[in-house]
């Protein structure tokens, strides 16, 4: 995180996401501002899938960490947006012509309209409903909180079943682990809403938008 105070510049890196998250709340008598890079995760099977492309950067990060894994961008043939927040999804054009899976309700918010264009390339898909299939081993769920048009996807894996969740567990990711969000919190009871039904599918993973995943076991509150 950067402050500005004065003629002062204050840099501030907190020893967890969420403890930069929490300084940049606090932060007295300055102008602060701060990248809160997201987790872009690459699905490989019978599809090679991104979930959430991430920022667009000079030096094409996404199109680099995808070569370093033997995957060209062009061999990308869907990309799953939970939102159309820009640090998730404006490194879309590094990609070739996919298809965009986004939620119907999404597409309608001001801040999907301003990034309109970033969509030129690719073929959008639209979700409609609560929930559903995405393509074998894939499945979404509608959590509405963060964005009206916000989706979690479920996802079969080798070991597991995982949840990416994107921005739905919100910056502490304590406030998932106890079921409980702070009073005042914007949409609150969507939110909470949206954490039960994670909870409810059961997952053995969750992997938020910017923390590192959460493993749950038996213990967890449900």
């Known amino acids: 995180m950067f402050a500005l105070r004065g003629e002062e510049l204050i840099e501030l890196r907190g020893p967890s996401t969420a403890a930069t998250f929490d300084a940049y709340r606090k932060m007295p008598d300055s102008v602060p501002g701060m990248i809160a890079w997201p987790n872009t995760i690459l699905l490989r099977g019978p599809a090679t899938v991104v979930v959430d492309p991430g920022y667009q950067t000079q030096g094409d990060m996404l199109e680099g960490a995808l070569r370093a894994r033997g995957v060209e961008p062009h061999d990308v043939g869907t990309v799953l947006a939970t939102h159309l927040h820009s640090d998730h999804v404006s490194a879309l054009t590094q990609l070739g012509e996919a298809e965009l899976v986004v939620h119907e309700a999404e597409l309608r918010t001001p801040h999907a309209v301003r990034l309109?264009?970033?969509?030129?390339?690719?073929?959008?898909?639209?979700?409609?409903?609560?929930?559903?299939?995405?393509?074998?081993?894939?499945?979404?769920?509608?959590?509405?909180?963060?964005?009206?048009g916000h989706v979690s996807y479920l996802v079969d894996g080798h070991d597991g079943k995982v949840a990416i969740a994107g921005d739905t567990l919100g910056p502490d990711p304590g406030w998932f682990e106890r079921m409980q969000l702070p009073d005042g919190f914007p949409e609150r009871d969507a939110h909470l809403a949206a954490f039960r039904a994670l909870r409810e599918a059961a997952p053995d993973v969750v992997i938020p938008g910017h923390n590192p995943p959460v493993h749950l076991t038996a213990k967890d509150p449900r």
């Open 116 to 148: 309109r264009g970033l969509r030129d390339q690719v073929t959008v898909r639209e979700l409609e409903g609560a929930g559903g299939e995405v393509m074998p081993g894939v499945r979404w769920i509608h959590t509405p909180g963060h964005t009206p």
